[in-house]
């Protein structure tokens, strides 16, 4: 880090046993990572639950259940067809996880000493390891559904035949690189996100520390900016959540129909 | 030049990138605009298309951020 200041944005992605501040040699560790997992799975199961009542008029907590469950039911048939609703268990893991990791990273529990928020998708082995998911969904349905002809994924049809050779190396290194960009995308957007909050957040501290009419003027612009970046913050946590839901259907759907 | 100063600007130059990507997300927005205002009845159809278009101009740009990020803290 520069010499200019104390300002340790990185700190807020270690991941630590719960009562401590040092990761033992053992893998087997309860660590914040693993709490706020658990934490998001319990908000998941407490929405869901609270919208299965099978009323015949909805109210308002039904009513965003069953808005949530239909959105994602469209994702799945428009990008795949009549047959997406046998993806759709995945594609709904996938984004309400997302979605709930990127909200409850962003509250502002910190209020209260001991809860500080930890974004389980600010690192990459979360959101690696779903594209990896995704792709093992990809792979497999392609390989049963197909067999070998899977392989002309990488030809699309109806290309002239000098073309086929160039084309088909650039497809192989496109369809490679795309579980990293998948799993990349809602990682970066957190880190990247939670990085300017917290340097913005110091600027806030750091200028009311210096006092004088500047030091209190960039505090204010920097408070200014912290709420803007957290309200857009919760925009980007459902745009990433939304996009690795959509293109996850989009990749199963080019393994279910071979283009 | 010691390290430390080099990383800083190398830092800064690498972020350019993310300018750039605004640049292009901003012209995936625009254009998609363009298009739904001219006809409005298709434009509904189109916002995955649209989202699509967003997640491959904001990775790039998600991408500088995070080598700007590497170049800053890596020691």
New interface residues.
Partial sequence: MAAAGKIDPMHQFMINPIGSDQLAATPFQFTNSALWMLVVLAVIVVFMWGGLKRELVPGRWQASVEYLTGFLGNVATQSIGPEGRKYLPWIFTAFTFILVANWLGAMPFGIVPAAHPFTVTSQFSITGTMSIISFAIVLGVGFYKHGLHFFSLFVPKDTPLALKFFIAPVEVISFLVRPFSLGLRPFIAMFAGHILLDVFGNFVIQGINSGGPVGYGVSVLAFAFVVFVGALELLVGAIQAFVFALLTALYINDAVNLH | MDL?SA??IGAGIAAIGVGAAGVGVGFVFGSFLQGALRNPAAAGGQT?TL??G??AA??LG??A??VA?II??AR
């Fill in positions: 430390a990383q800083v995955g989202y699509i967003f997640a904001e990775l998600l991408m951020f995070a990020m800053l803290y």
